[in-house]
């Protein structure tokens, strides 16, 4: 699914797509419909691995790494 999104994002010259407000609006208005569908799942993958090399965290630490972990994927999201 993200596949045609990414490619109405913008101007396409391998699929001969017009340069339109229209189409890349479509594309973000999309794209902002399935990311969290894909990000959803990013979060809780990342708190597993770390514990899993960690086995020997804390309540306290865990709950810090979940912490960081949410800031760090949240600051990538706002970067871009």
């Known amino acids: 699914m993200q596949f045609p999104v990414q490619i109405l994002n913008g101007p396409s010259q ?3 797509l017009p340069v339109s ?3 890349m609006g479509a594309g973000q208005f999309l ?3 399935l990311d969290p569908y894909i990000l959803v ?3 809780p993958e990342m708190i597993d691995v770390v514990e899993q090399k960690y086995p020997q965290l ?3 630490q865990k709950a810090k790494l979940a912490d960081l972990s ?3 994927l ?3 999201l706002g970067i871009g």
């Open 14 to 16: 391998l699929f001969d």
């Open 21 to 23: 407000l229209y189409l």
């Open 31 to 33: 794209q902002g419909l």
């Open 41 to 43: 799942f990013i979060l």
């Open 58 to 60: 804390s309540e306290k």
């Open 70 to 72: 949410s800031g760090v």
């Open 74 to 76: 949240n600051g990538f």
